[in-house]
């Protein structure tokens, strides 16, 4: 056996022996006294806590081995960066909290989203015209022309833009509109087009169907084009298309200096204090965060038949009516800072209390899950195309997110467990 073998087992051997003096001990202190010595920091001293379980520099014990040997029933223990500390109600803590899980798209403009209608529907009627020859007979390629005016839109500097940026989208709206205006011919003269072969008539009806989808699509880009280039109209975001592959897609802006503007859908999460997700919904548009708060507490009640003890969530959350929500409903403890406007002394008083500071604490835990969504269970960026996909994609980031945390919390309790059996032997 080596020697750092050795230091470890006999590390193991004194930690052990220190925490069977611990549960000796610890019975003969009230509960403030017990409070003080779970919340020590790592004890390596001959401090007045030491000297009273008996410890001294050759026989310390770890804030682990204090947590094992003394831990209230119904507490809920989560390390933040402030360290360990505890939880009343663990089954019923609620923290939410939003962030933008991003759509597979490039960035859009309007000369983009003008080309990739271009291409896109050239590509597709060239693959119905191997089927149907004669069909797309009348039907004229205009990649090139389409391609060479969006590089030169996006080539142009800022004095160029402000004397030729709308004579060359009028060229390429003219080249667009040509190109949908054809296709739609096409459409129309392969609508009585039938086929021997089962297989050919199926592909057949599949590119007529994806011809019309993006014709459709086509139309709403040069509207918009038009608007907002020649006619300088400031057009609402929901009326925009951001993409003809994913144009379910929403602008999300949360005044983040870093990301400005994020393309995809908003998603409320709503967190226990074991680190489980027990609420998570794909929003439509990009709706106020204090919106979510009574659909949240409704959720809650529906899932475990009661309200939360603690309800925690950011600045954002926050509003009269919120507050007022909650204790409606039965929250004990509201932890939602104020959002703009002048604190009244009451209200300064009342978020320096301890229980509030906990919930904010601990709703800080939520950042932090949403960061392992997004790093080690591939949220950030959905892949899959449409908003089902979507859906069902961030349905099962949250599944497994769930699964392991549950392994966890069991192999800890298995852990846990063992030791205890272990002190008592």
């Given at each position: 056996?080596?020697?750092?073998?050795?230091?470890?087992?006999?590390?193991?051997?004194?930690?052990?022996?220190?925490?069977?003096?611990?549960?000796?001990?610890?019975?003969?202190?009230?509960?403030?006294?017990?409070?003080?010595?779970?919340?020590?920091?790592?004890?390596?001293?001959?401090?007045?806590?030491?000297?009273?379980?008996?410890?001294?520099?050759?026989?310390?014990?770890?804030?682990?081995?204090?947590?094992?040997?003394?831990?209230?029933?119904?507490?809920?223990?989560?390390?933040?960066?402030?360290?360990?500390?505890?939880?009343?109600?663990?089954?019923?803590?609620?923290?939410?909290?939003?962030?933008?899980?991003?759509?597979?798209?490039?960035?859009?403009?309007?000369?983009?989203?003008?080309?990739?209608?271009?291409?896109?529907?050239?590509?597709?009627?060239?693959?119905?015209?191997?089927?149907?020859?004669?069909?797309?007979?009348?039907?004229?390629?205009?990649?090139?022309?389409?391609?060479?005016?969006?590089?030169?839109?996006?080539?142009?500097?800022?004095?160029?833009?402000?004397?030729?940026?709308?004579?060359?989208y009028r060229e390429l709206?003219?080249?667009?509109?040509?190109?949908?205006?054809?296709?739609?011919?096409?459409?129309?003269?392969?609508?009585?087009?039938?086929?021997?072969?089962?297989?050919?008539?199926?592909?057949?009806?599949?590119?007529?169907?994806?011809?019309?989808?993006?014709?459709?699509?086509?139309?709403?880009?040069?509207?918009?084009?038009?608007?907002?280039?020649?006619?300088?109209?400031?057009?609402?975001?929901?009326?925009?298309?951001?993409s003809l592959f994913e144009?379910?897609?929403?602008?999300?802006?949360?005044?983040?200096?870093?990301?400005?503007?994020?393309?995809?859908?908003?998603?409320?999460?709503?967190?226990?204090?074991?680190?489980?997700?027990?609420?998570?919904?794909?929003?439509?548009?990009?709706?106020?965060?204090?919106?979510?708060?009574?659909?949240?507490?409704?959720?809650?009640?529906?899932?475990?038949?009661?309200?939360?003890?603690?309800?925690?969530?950011?600045?954002?959350?926050?509003?009269?009516?919120?507050?007022?929500?909650?204790?409606?409903?039965?929250?004990?403890?509201?932890?939602?800072?104020?959002?703009?406007?002048?604190?009244?002394?009451?209200?300064?008083?009342?978020?320096?209390?301890?229980?509030?500071?906990?919930?904010?604490?601990?709703?800080?835990?939520?950042?932090?899950?949403?960061?392992?969504?997004?790093?080690?269970?591939?949220?950030?960026?959905?892949?899959?195309?449409?908003?089902?996909?979507?859906?069902?994609?961030?349905?099962?980031?949250?599944?497994?997110?769930?699964?392991?945390?549950?392994?966890?919390?069991?192999?800890?309790?298995?852990?846990?467990?063992?030791?205890?059996?272990?002190?008592?032997?």
């Amino acid at each position: 056996m080596n020697a750092e073998k050795l230091y470890r087992n006999r590390r193991e051997d004194a930690n052990w022996q220190a925490v069977r003096e611990v549960q000796r001990a610890l019975p003969q202190k009230s509960v403030e006294d017990r409070a003080r010595i779970v919340n020590t920091r790592d004890s390596t001293s001959n401090s007045e806590g030491d000297r009273f379980c008996r410890l001294t520099r050759n026989r310390c014990v770890r804030r682990r081995g204090l947590f094992d040997a003394y831990e209230q029933a119904g507490t809920n223990r989560r390390a933040d960066a402030n360290g360990s500390r505890s939880l009343h109600s663990r089954n019923h803590t609620h923290y939410v909290a939003g962030s933008v899980v991003q759509t597979d798209i490039h960035h859009p403009t309007d000369s983009a989203l003008l080309w990739d209608a271009v291409r896109v529907i050239t590509r597709l009627v060239q693959r119905l015209g191997e089927i149907i020859p004669r069909g797309v007979s009348t039907f004229h390629n205009r990649t090139r022309a389409a391609k060479r005016r969006h590089q030169q839109i996006q080539r142009m500097t800022s004095a160029q833009r402000q004397t030729r940026l709308a004579g060359k989208y009028r060229e390429l709206i003219e080249i667009t509109e040509e190109v949908v205006q054809s296709a739609h011919a096409v459409l129309e003269k392969t609508k009585e087009a039938r086929l021997r072969d089962v297989l050919q008539e199926a592909l057949l009806r599949k590119l007529r169907q994806e011809i019309a989808h993006y014709g459709q699509l086509g139309e709403r880009v040069l509207d918009q084009t038009r608007r907002r280039v020649l006619e300088g109209e400031q057009v609402p975001n929901s009326e925009k298309l951001f993409s003809l592959f994913e144009p379910h897609t929403d602008l999300i802006k949360r005044g983040k200096p870093r990301t400005p503007e994020e393309f995809g859908h908003k998603v409320f999460l709503a967190e226990s204090a074991q680190g489980l997700i027990t609420q998570y919904e794909v929003l439509e548009g990009n709706p106020a965060d204090q919106d979510q708060v009574e659909a949240s507490l409704l959720h809650h009640q529906a899932t475990f038949d009661r309200p939360p003890y603690s309800y925690a969530a950011d600045r954002g959350f926050h509003s009269v009516d919120n507050e007022k929500a909650c204790k409606v409903e039965g929250v004990k403890q509201v932890s939602i800072p104020q959002r703009g406007g002048q604190k009244t002394p009451r209200r300064q008083a009342y978020e320096k209390t301890p229980a509030f500071k906990q919930g904010q604490r601990f709703r800080s835990g939520i950042e932090g899950r949403i960061s392992v969504l997004f790093r080690g269970r591939g949220m950030k960026r959905c892949r899959a195309k449409g908003r089902e996909r979507f859906e069902l994609f961030v349905g099962a980031a949250v599944l497994a997110n769930n699964l392991l945390r549950i392994a966890a919390l069991l192999l800890e309790k298995k852990k846990k467990n063992s030791r205890r059996s272990k002190a008592a032997a």
